[in-house]
């Protein structure tokens, strides 16, 4: 695998910025639950690869959980999706990280997953990204490719509702 496909490295981080000149934006928020419980572990589930998983991917990753320059491959059926994680976030109220694309990923850009703890208790994920078509078939296929781009940041958020709810609550 070669470097980023990209520029605008870390730019996911100040998402006031995004996106970048000549790419689509991204920004799609789950509601997960409502305790510290459910934050904790969808934190856990998120740094750890177990969403991508749940959300039928298959992972490759050089570390178990997500860190600054861990490079991952995913694969969706014939798919290969390669990044790296470029930032990563663990504090009191936010857990997170960002990954951006290396050669060989369909898409060039850079996504970012936060799990955040509002005061009132609820806790959510926001999915932020930016990108633009690499590969040709994306290319052809135009807005078509935003909407299962949508359709999979809507995936992550159920899978990780779900994996944090069974591990809080075990259902």
Same mark, same amino acid.
């Given at each position: 695998?070669?470097?980023?496909?990209?520029?605008?490295?870390?730019?996911? =981080? #100040?998402?006031g910025?995004?996106?970048?000149?000549?790419?689509?934006? $991204? =920004?799609? /928020?789950?509601?997960l639950g409502?305790?510290p419980?459910v934050?904790?572990a969808?934190?856990?589930a998120?740094?750890?690869?177990?969403?991508? /998983?749940?959300?039928? $991917?298959?992972?490759?990753? #050089?570390a178990? #959980?997500?860190a600054p320059?861990?490079? &991952?491959?995913?694969?969706a059926?014939p798919?290969?999706?390669? @990044? !790296?994680?470029?930032?990563?976030? /663990? !504090? !009191?109220? =936010?857990?997170?990280f960002?990954?951006?694309?290396?050669?060989?990923?369909?898409? @060039?850009?850079?996504?970012?997953?936060?799990?955040?703890?509002?005061?009132d208790?609820?806790?959510? $994920?926001?999915v932020?990204?930016?990108?633009r078509?690499?590969?040709?078939?994306l290319r052809v296929?135009?807005p078509?490719?935003r $909407? &299962?781009?949508?359709?999979?940041?809507?995936?992550?958020?159920? @899978?990780?509702?779900r994996?944090?709810?069974?591990?809080?609550?075990? =259902?």
């Open positions: 695998m070669d470097g980023f496909t990209y520029e605008e490295v870390g730019a996911t =981080r #100040d998402a910025s995004l996106p970048p000149p000549g790419y689509h934006l $991204l =920004r799609m /928020r789950v509601r409502d305790s419980e934050f904790a969808a934190g856990r998120l740094l750890g690869w177990r969403m991508q /998983r749940a959300a039928g $991917l298959r992972v490759g990753a #050089d178990p #959980d997500a320059g861990v490079r &991952v491959v995913m694969r059926g798919v290969r999706i390669p @990044c !790296e994680v470029v930032w990563t976030v /663990r !504090e !009191e109220r =936010r857990t997170g960002a990954y951006g694309t290396l050669a060989g990923h369909p898409e @060039c850009g850079e996504e970012s997953f936060v799990v955040e703890s509002e005061a208790g609820s806790v959510w $994920l926001t932020t990204a930016f990108s078509p690499a590969a040709w078939y296929a135009g078509a490719g $909407l &299962v781009q949508r359709a999979a940041a809507r995936r992550y958020g159920s @899978c990780l509702r994996l944090a709810q069974k591990q809080t609550y075990g =259902r």
